[in-house]
């Protein structure tokens, strides 16, 4: 299983979170399609290997944050997500 990584912004160096945040988020997932090369629509380079997922969490109050995570399949970066956010439910 993959590792979850924040990132402040799409071309930005990756920074862990601190620890879990216990709080109730929504968040929606996409996979991001990649060339054969690793390189995303954008032309940003993220490698190869298993699928990325890009989760975009929201809370009523709270600024937004954005997950990235390498799964086989969605159910796989819900679970990730999960484990950095206990308390995150996902839209369809």
Request: aromatic share 10%; glycine share 10%.
């Amino acid at each position: 299983m993959g590792t979850v990584t924040h990132f402040p912004g799409a071309r930005s160096a990756p920074t862990p979170e601190p620890e879990p945040i216990r709080q109730r988020r929504t968040f929606a997932i996409q996979r991001v399609r990649l060339n054969t090369e690793g390189y995303d629509s954008q032309g940003a380079y993220w490698g190869v290997g298993e699928p990325l997922y890009v989760a975009v969490g929201t809370a009523s109050s709270q600024t937004g944050v954005t997950l990235w995570v390498r799964a086989r399949d969605r159910e796989g970066a819900k679970r990730q997500v999960k484990q950095a956010y206990p308390g995150a439910q996902f839209y369809r």
